[in-house]
């Protein structure tokens, strides 16, 4: 592989497979690790995740994991996290309220609206905040995008949320704070469009360093 190295954090949940098959074949050279140097040398890291928030959580810690993916969201290479892998980058959880998450980003996750069928399990099409499109170098070209979302909770609705998908009313797709990325749909399940932002990852690893 010539391409950037990153790192898919691998603490046994998931498929974590599918993540990095997807990036090799955008051209990244993605490496399915725990090895802390490597991570450490990696242009971009990834955390994927699937599941119940807790059981995340505790995977992410027994495998020694979870400081290390602070550390990486905190250093200015990209840093991206997919489903329950955007949840665990908040302070907790409504499924496991007594289960703290990594405190990357404020705010608790919540349950999706009790008038909607729970999981939401289907595509839906992305509806990018104004000025996103110009913005968010992760986002480009997919302006109104179909993506494969599997969740029963999400994440708060704040001024990091740089998309939305209509699930009983605006919920928070793709979120950005300075190098951290977080999408609640998996790219890696969501055919062409998936692919597109994770070449868009790619390319922001080649050039690691993010302004804030």
């Given at each position: 592989m010539t391409g950037p190295l990153i790192a898919?954090?691998?603490?046994?949940?998931?498929?974590?497979?599918?993540?990095?098959?997807?990036?090799?074949?955008?051209?990244?050279?993605?490496?399915?690790?725990?090895?802390?140097?490597?991570?450490?040398?990696?242009?971009?890291?990834?955390?994927?995740?699937?599941?119940?928030?807790?059981?995340?959580?505790?995977?992410?810690?027994?495998?020694?994991?979870?400081?290390?993916?602070?550390?990486?969201?905190?250093?200015?290479?990209?840093?991206?996290?997919?489903?329950?892998?955007?949840?665990?980058?908040?302070?907790?959880?409504?499924?496991?309220?007594?289960?703290?998450?990594?405190?990357?980003?404020?705010?608790?996750?919540?349950?999706?609206?009790?008038?909607?069928?729970?999981?939401?399990?289907?595509?839906?099409q992305l509806k990018l905040v104004p000025g996103a499109s110009s913005t968010d170098p992760l986002l480009t070209g997919l302006e109104g995008a179909w993506m494969y979302f599997v969740h029963s909770l999400v994440a708060p609705l704040t001024s990091s949320v740089t998309s939305v998908c209509d699930y009983g009313g605006p919920q928070p797709a793709t979120l950005r704070e300075g190098s951290v990325w977080a999408t609640q749909f998996h790219p890696e399940k969501s055919a062409a469009h998936g692919l597109k932002l994770l070449g868009n990852l790619t390319k922001l690893a080649m050039a690691p360093r993010i302004a804030s």
């Open positions: 898919v954090l691998d603490y046994g949940i998931g498929n974590l497979h599918s993540a990095k098959q997807s990036l090799c074949h955008v051209g990244a050279d993605a490496r399915l690790t725990a090895d802390p140097g490597l991570i450490g040398d990696a242009a971009a890291v990834v955390l994927p995740g699937v599941g119940a928030f807790g059981a995340c959580m505790t995977a992410l810690h027994k495998s020694g994991l979870a400081d290390i993916a602070v550390a990486a969201a905190a250093d200015s290479r990209p840093f991206i996290g997919i489903c329950v892998g955007m949840q665990l980058l908040f302070e907790g959880s409504e499924e496991a309220p007594r289960v703290p998450g990594l405190g990357v980003l404020p705010g608790v996750v919540k349950w999706l609206p009790e008038a909607e069928i729970r999981p939401q399990m289907q595509w839906n």
